[in-house]
């Protein structure tokens, strides 16, 4: 069946047939006549939460909205045992990885100045999958604690002493612009790679983006910083502003449609008005690399959802409006950029990881979540759903 597939596969705009040697790709031919399968690289996911996911069942919030998952979330942490974070973090990176992942960045909540159990398990598992999938951990520390004078040093050694990366949680924090100031200081000290959630509501105020953007250019962090969210870009007055202020600061911003359109003007007893998702067309237009995300999967702010980045994606074109054929570097080649990883690339020579998604074009291989796809690895096929 996947020879057949081979033969005419959709790529770049074209009908070929993939020839598959050696673990690499070796040939590419033009072909007559329509596709049977659109082709991309292996996905990469640039924002989730493995130390949290599949808990949906045994914490929901109380309250609506953001505050009312991280309340639920905080109190589900009295069950983070080792064991049981070694499961959960192990069925997601399964999850991943069934689905077509080849790396995946996750952040790890860092609320106390001790290092969390979760950073150690995670550092595990990445071990424990290298080779299959390369995880990153990113420290998901609050700004009021990562910024803190006598605290945010001794996590940013650590950070750098895991080879990992520095974030943390801004949104509209007291002396916001001095403790970034802070954080960037102590990125700059250790050589760290940043990625903050930024503002994740949907208030004007919330301009925390715009502080990140200027301080990316005083420092010369040009591809080296990461923001999620920034939802409030999808109602401020000013937002063209800020956007062109990120594209000239080398600001890279990941879009979370799942968690964000789940939580974004979410009152109880009445229907939304906001979709509270970032403009990616007009960022993306004004040179701002744009990438997507699962971000949270079962769990208190999202409890649907999987570690699958082709489904993200087909959400994201749904509500944004986007065309896939164009989008389809945003799971795949900008996050994997965004990230420091190799880019992937399907070539003549290139190693033959990729995904086949049964359907003539990009239309039909996303008009449902169970058309058939298939993950090849050094030119291996399994079909979705099994982690071999």
Known sequence: MTSD???AVWLNGAVVSVTCAGGRIARLDP?????????????TDPHVHLDKCFTAHRCRAAKPGLFGAIEAMQSDKALWTEADLRARITRGLAEGYAHGVAALRSHVDWGEPAVPLAWSVMAEAAADWAGRVTLQRAAL????????????????????????VLGCFVYRNADLAAKLARVFRLAADHGLWLDFHVDEGLEPEATGFDDIARLTL????AGRVLCGHACSLAIRPDAAQAIDLAAKAGLALT??????????DMTAGRSPRLRGLAPAQELRAAGV????????VRDAFYPYGSHDPVEVLRLACLTLHLSPDDW????????????GLPVPRLAVG??????LIEGADWTEALSSPRTPRHVFRAGAAHLQGHAA
């Open 5 to 7: 597939l081979l033969s």
């Open 328 to 339: 389809l570097d945003a799971i795949t080649t900008a996050p994997a950029q965004a990230m």
């Open 31 to 43: 072909v007559a006549g329509p596709a049977r399968a659109v082709m991309m690289p292996l996905a």
């Open 218 to 221: 005083l420092h010369g962090m």
């Open 141 to 164: 520390v609050s700004l009021d604690l990562l910024g803190d004078v006598d605290h945010g040093p001794a996590i940013a050694a650590r950070v750098a002493a895991d080879g990992a």
């Open 350 to 355: 290139a190693p033959a990881d990729f995904i």
């Open 255 to 264: 879009i979370l449609p799942t968690t964000n359109l789940h939580l974004q």
């Open 289 to 296: 690399p744009v990438l997507f995300g699962a971000d949270n």
